[in-house]
């Protein structure tokens, strides 16, 4: 084999190796990824139903159950528009209390109840995870153009 013909083969196989390489990568980072969803875009079916993803908004407040079993919590997560019922099983965050925001990762059964396997709570008075505040914001807009009458003042 002739010296030029060598390197277009090593050049060859070192570009089939970094394709393959670049394709276990995006598979591995489209696997974990997870999209943020607020209750409203969980009512519209814009979630999954097949595959986890994180919901977010506010613990609505009276609405925090526990179960007999010390472990398992229900309550609902409202960004103000909408509501998604929640079942968690394991030991809450500390900070995890109603009225304050919260982002939670699972999947979403059959019976409309997002089934957490974690859930995240905000660490000091003024955080709210960006997500969850865009959300809020969005769902609080989309109230004021509902409750507006559409014929404009005087009409």
Known sequence: MKPRRKRLAIVGAA????????ALVLNAF????????????V????????KP???GGLVEAGS??????GLTVAFVVTDTAKTVPV??????????????GVVARGRLDADGVFRADQ???RHDENYMPPEAAHALEQAKKAQ????????????
């Not at 079942?87 to 304050?100: A, M, S």
């Not at 507006?148 to 009409?155: A, D, H, N």
């Open 30 to 41: 489209e696997d974990n990824l997870l999209f943020f969803f607020s209750p409203t875009q």
């Open 43 to 50: 009512h519209a079916k814009e979630a999954p139903q097949d």
């Open 53 to 55: 993803f994180r919901i």
């Open 119 to 121: 859930v995240l709570a």
């Open 144 to 155: 004021r153009s509902v409750s507006q009458p559409s014929g404009g003042p005087g009409k």
């Open 15 to 22: 570009l089939a190796a970094l394709a393959v390489t670049t």
């Open 87 to 100: 079942t968690y099983k394991g030991i809450l965050p500390d900070l995890f209390q109603e009225g304050k």
């Open 64 to 69: 925090v159950r526990r179960q007999s079993d």
